[in-house]
């Protein structure tokens, strides 16, 4: 069963970066798309953006300029940068794993709710 | 970026009949849509992709119609676990992009 698990400061100042990692278990980090995806009451639910396990990304273009994928294989987990922030990225951010282009997100983390405010 | 628009916003229907949820797409995706459930406090589930594939213990109760611009998801009995919202997801293009969603209520 594959479990996924964000962490990350749940409070970020604007216009600092927000860092978030997601913990991946019970699945070969081989073998999924690992991706962000954030839901807001005011945008709903975002696609940030996903990372293979070679390290080839693939942004949200809305997001481009800002964001940042990582992933480190030994430690089975990925990471999220986002730089600049605003009161607009207050959201909560998902990890999710994708097994390929024609599927859906097939496995969700819980969310981690972060909250862009001074 | 395609624009995907569900309807209704909200659609409140008895338990044991039947719902039907709709997704449209700004530009044809072919069959690339998903369909999610989500529960307050809960991250989405993914219920359904592609022509009719559903996920990993999905009851066959759920099941979706259409290609192109305009999809559809029913419920054929609804239950009392089925009261929730839904989201359609298209993955022909990036960005992936999400409907607003429907939610679903008890009538």
């Known amino acids: 069963q594959v479990h996924l698990q964000e962490s990350g400061p749940g409070l970020v100042k604007p216009s600092e970066t927000l860092s978030l990692s997601c913990a991946v278990s019970g699945a070969s980090i081989s073998s999924y798309y690992w991706t962000w995806i954030r839901q807001s009451p005011g945008k709903g639910l975002e696609w940030i953006g996903h990372?293979?396990?070679?390290?080839?990304?693939q942004y949200n273009p809305s997001l481009r300029s800002r964001v940042s994928l990582s992933i480190d294989t030994s430690k089975y987990q990925f990471s999220l940068r986002l730089t600049s922030v605003t009161a607009a990225d207050t959201a909560v951010y998902y990890c999710?794993?994708?097994?390929?282009?024609?599927?859906?997100?097939?496995?969700w983390g819980q969310g981690a709710l972060v909250t862009v405010s001074s | 970026e395609i624009v995907m628009t569900q309807s209704p916003a909200t659609l409140s229907v008895s338990p044991g009949e039947r719902a039907t949820l709709s997704c449209r797409a700004s530009q044809s995706i072919d069959r690339n849509l998903a369909w999610y459930q989500q529960k307050p406090g809960q991250a989405p589930r993914l219920l359904i992709y592609?022509?009719?594939t559903r996920a990993t213990g999905i009851p066959a109760r759920f099941s979706v119609s259409g290609s192109g611009t305009d999809f559809t998801l029913t419920i054929s009995s609804l239950q009392s676990e089925d009261f929730a919202l839904y989201y359609c997801?298209?993955?022909?293009?990036?960005?992936?992009?999400f409907g607003q969603g429907t939610k679903l209520e008890i009538k």
């Open positions: 990372i293979y396990s070679d390290g080839s990304p």
């Open positions: 592609g022509p009719s």
């Open positions: 999710a794993s994708l097994r390929g282009y024609a599927y859906g997100f097939s496995h």
């Open positions: 997801q298209q993955y022909s293009t990036w960005p992936y992009t």
